[in-house]
């Protein structure tokens, strides 16, 4: 399994044309995000932070977060995504566990100001591992032992990738995370509702529940979220549905796929099973099977199988 699930570097893209506005997602990677340029809100559950050149974002992924960028000027970043299992298992032979102590001491934080020698570092050790991840560097085309060829591929990314770690480590141990957020109302009332919305949601919610419960009208509340976060109060409900599930689904294997739904806020088995498939690329069974910390996942199985039948 690699150890660098995903890698961009300097990625640029035109809000007006080529933005995807992405749901506000979470992973099971740790997550080094450096914004380069451009005009853009970054949420991290009931957080907005507006972003300014060569902040650095520290993510444990787990958190629902999620970039908004504005037209029309071109949003640049560069992101990197490391398996949490992977670096655990390569830094516990190194023994030193402090290697992680920026993803949970700053957990889910920006990094201002940074120094512009360790800046430079940290910019081109991403761009080092990109251009990896992403077949640059590869020896394959010179060298028919494939076997070796993938054994320098892991090794060279393992390398880069504590090579990154340790200067974020330095980042953290040098510059304090002394970044003053001062919120807008419209940022207030946005961290109003997400904070409702994550006590709330396995409840039956609406728009109009909301709009009572906060004392803010429904069309002043839609409009607002959608304008700072870029997506609607309904998708930031189901993400966070989703992300309730997943955490189910890895931490409590007892649980059957039926009761991983109730409890995540989703009124039926079958429509939380699409629309976990339709979000995850796989159903609520394969990613269990893939990230629960269990040895034996038969007998579950066929529970949650035939929970499902009787449906």
């Not at 974002?57 to 958190?63: A, E, R």
């Not at 298992?89 to 957990?107: A, C, H, R």
């Not at 800046?119 to 028919?144: D, F, P, R, T, Y």
């Not at 007892?254 to 009124?267: I, M, N, R, T, Y």
Request: hydrophobic fraction near 35%.
């Amino acid at each position: 399994m690699n150890i660098c699930k995903y890698s961009i570097y300097r990625k640029a893209c035109d809000p007006r044309i080529d933005w995807d506005l992405n749901d506000f997602h979470s992973h099971n990677e740790f997550e080094i995000y450096l914004f380069h340029t451009g005009n853009c809100n970054f949420l991290i559950k009931n957080k907005v932070f507006h972003l300014q050149p060569n902040d650095l974002i520290l993510l444990n992924g787990l958190t629902l977060h999620r970039a908004n960028p504005f037209p029309p000027e071109i949003y640049e970043r560069s992101v990197v995504h490391i398996s949490q299992d992977r670096i655990q298992q390569l830094i516990s032979t190194m023994k030193f566990p402090e290697l992680l102590k920026p993803f949970t001491k700053f957990n889910n934080c920006i990094f201002r100001n940074i120094n512009n020698v360790l800046l430079q570092q940290i910019e081109k050790s991403i761009k080092a591992i990109s251009e990896l991840a992403n077949g640059k560097g590869i020896i394959a085309s010179k060298c028919e032992d494939l076997t070796l060829n993938s054994r320098f591929y892991n090794a060279k990314m393992q390398t880069l990738t504590m090579q990154l770690l340790f200067q974020i480590y330095e980042l953290s141990q040098t510059h304090h995370n002394q970044h003053i957020h001062v919120e807008t109302e419209k940022e207030l009332h946005v961290r109003r509702i997400t904070a409702w919305i994550d006590e709330h949601y396995q409840e039956d919610i609406t728009l109009d529940k909301l709009s009572t419960s906060l004392n803010i009208s429904k069309y002043y509340l839609s409009h607002i979220f959608k304008e700072i976060t870029g997506g609607t109060i309904m998708k930031y409900l189901m993400s966070c549905r989703l992300n309730h599930a997943q955490r189910l689904l890895e931490t409590e294997p007892k649980l059957s796929v039926l009761d991983v739904a109730l409890e995540s806020g989703f009124k039926h088995c079958s429509h939380f099973s699409r629309y976990f498939l339709g979000k995850m690329g796989v159903t609520p069974l394969e990613y269990r099977k893939k990230y629960c910390n269990i040895k034996d996942f038969t007998t579950i199985a066929f529970q949650d199988h035939t929970n499902y039948l009787k449906k």
